[in-house]
């Protein structure tokens, strides 16, 4: 049985372009990548013109926490913010507030309230 020409090319409906599911993610590490890049070569050839110019390389060596245990301080205070956002956002969308703004809003603002006390308690202990 031979079906009627008006079927025959069904399925070939849709033009023939790159899926949007594919084209997004790799845009998306194509922007970080290039972002990165542009990035780093930059901070490397005014390092180099710097030197150049009799710039002490010393001057570009970061200051290190390294066995003061701030990183470790700041991570968890920012970890601590998101439970407690997770906590607030549950409360909220129970409350009749819709449900994913109650959520990111709340681990927004504990986590970034996180943040900013690990900023403030970090003057502090520098103090010290």
Known sequence: MRHSSKFKNEYHLKPNIMHVEILVPLAFFALIFGSLYV????RNKERLALIANGANPELFKSKSY?????GTFKIGLFLIGIAFG????????????????????????FGGIGLVLSFLLQGKFEKK
């Open 39 to 42: 990035h780093l070569t930059t």
């Open 86 to 109: 997770i906590v607030a956002g549950y409360f909220l969308s129970q409350g009749g507030m819709d449900e994913v703004a109650s959520y990111f809003s709340m681990i927004f603002l």
């Open 66 to 70: 390294a066995g003061s245990g701030y």
